[in-house]
């Protein structure tokens, strides 16, 4: 299986969003896919349209030891979804805490599926730092950083950047990272100017810019993707020029030497 990791150095810039319309453009392309919810928060179920009602998830799975297949649900768009679940603080903790004594636990958990050499796997983090960021950064074997075009977001990169040298860099499997711009705004003047800055800086590790789009945000209110809401509209294109990058690189297997720009 092909692993990817979707990360973010901070909240609010609509990484799941990103995560969800990614994986419903793969599975047009022809790709079985597969999306694990690895952030707590368990947002995932809402825009795959998922039964709010029903707990279960790869958390209550590894409380009760159970096979985590045992967990997947096949959403209305085809792709295959693993969500978090819900379960109570202390059982969180201790998912936590067996995890960060665990550097094999996610991957022994996907191996464990069974799943297609060729099929992708797109692992849904938590925003910053944590034991699952890290986990999915180890086995990942390509990086998508989604930030906005403002200060706030670029301040963070350098932070990012740390983690995927630590995490990632050097590694054979490894076939490279990428940013998202998400939801930009080209009538502002900062949001240009700060895309026009990661343009220079990451040259070809940017992967997409995700034009601001009334569309995406109504997609998310009736609990479906922008393929199944507009297909035909800016976000959508520029969703699909995302997946154009990412098979790209997992076609040619396309190496680089991540830049310093933001390691300082």
């Not at 793969?26 to 919810?37: E, S, T, Y």
């Not at 990661?198 to 393929?227: K, M, N, T, W, Y």
């Not at 997946?243 to 076609?251: I, K, M, P, T, Y």
């Amino acid at each position: 299986m092909k692993r990817v990791a979707v990360v973010s150095p901070k909240g609010g810039v609509g990484k799941t969003t990103v995560t969800v319309n990614l994986s419903v453009a793969l599975h047009r392309a022809g790709h079985q896919v597969m999306v694990v919810d690895l952030d707590p928060q368990s947002a995932l179920r809402f825009h795959f349209n998922l039964d709010l009602e029903h707990p279960g998830g790869l958390s209550r799975a590894a409380i009760d030891g159970t096979p985590w297949r045992d967990a997947c649900v096949q959403s209305e768009s085809g792709v295959v979804v693993l969500p978090f679940g819900e379960v109570g603080e202390s059982e969180r903790e201790q998912i936590e805490l067996a995890i960060h004594h665990d550097p094999d636990w996610l991957l022994r958990h996907l191996q464990a599926m069974g799943l297609s050499q060729d099929a992708i796997v797109l692992l849904d983090t938590p925003p910053g730092a944590s034991v699952y960021l890290r986990q999915a950064l180890q086995v990942a074997h390509a990086a998508l950083v989604v930030a906005l075009p403002d200060a706030g977001s670029y301040a963070t990169l350098p932070g990012m950047e740390r983690l995927l040298q630590t995490y990632c860099a050097g590694r054979p499997d490894f076939v490279g990272s990428g940013y998202v711009i998400n939801q930009m705004d080209a009538s502002r003047q900062l949001a240009r100017d700060v895309a026009g800055v990661l343009r220079q800086d990451l040259g070809e590790r940017l992967a997409a810019v995700v034009h601001q789009d009334a569309s995406v945000g109504e997609a998310v209110a009736f609990r479906r993707s922008i393929f199944d809401y507009a297909p035909h509209s800016l976000a959508a294109q520029d969703f699909a020029t995302c997946v154009q990058w990412l098979q790209a690189r997992f076609d040619t297997g396309t190496t680089w030497a991540d830049p310093s720009a933001h390691s300082a």
